[in-house]
């Protein structure tokens, strides 16, 4: 199963990254990169790759710097752009039965929520379903500008930039 945003925009290129790695038996879930911004630098959104690893129950982080054109191992990603094997759904019927299980979120409190996507990779991460990344399949995330590799490259040079000069 191939899941896409209707934001994200990919080429043939991506697609087949994907696939190449994409096996039932060894990479069942595989995600390719789109970039998303939860924070702000002045009018600047700051970019980080929608794949992410587990700190805690609550918390998760980015992989940043973004690995060069690697197949990595992840905690989740964002839905944005995954194909899956379709055993992946079979086994979490088998464990949730006809409860909720695809995209459900988690509000145990004000304080305390896990979107969706997280949700479910979780789910999969318990079940011992592996989810891999392929860092060269780069896809553009449509938004006021594209964030893109273009993007993402650009901010985060400047950024060591300014580090250096205010040292």
Not at 50 to 74: E, G, N, R, S
Request: contains cysteine; proline residues 4%; hydrophobic residues 35%.
């Amino acid at each position: 199963m191939f899941w896409v945003d209707s934001d994200i925009n990919i080429n043939l290129e991506i697609f087949k990254k994907i696939c190449s790695i994409a096996n039932k038996k060894t990479h069942p879930i595989v995600s390719g990169v789109y970039f998303i911004s939860k924070e702000s630098d002045g009018s600047l959104p700051v970019v980080m790759p929608c794949i992410f690893d587990d700190i805690d129950t609550y918390l998760i982080k980015y992989h940043h710097p973004l690995p060069h054109d690697q197949v990595i191992k992840v905690d989740s990603a964002g839905m944005g752009l995954v194909i899956m094997h379709r055993s992946v759904i079979k086994k979490l019927k088998e464990k949730y039965g006809k409860k909720s299980f695809l995209f459900a979120e988690n509000n145990l409190s004000e304080d305390e929520f896990i979107g969706e996507d997280i949700s479910f990779f979780r789910k999969c991460k318990e079940l011992k379903i592996p989810v891999y990344c392929h860092t060269g399949a780069i896809a553009k995330h449509i938004k006021r500008v594209p964030w893109d590799q273009d993007y993402y490259s650009l901010y985060w040079k400047n950024k060591l930039l300014e580090e250096e000069n205010n040292k």
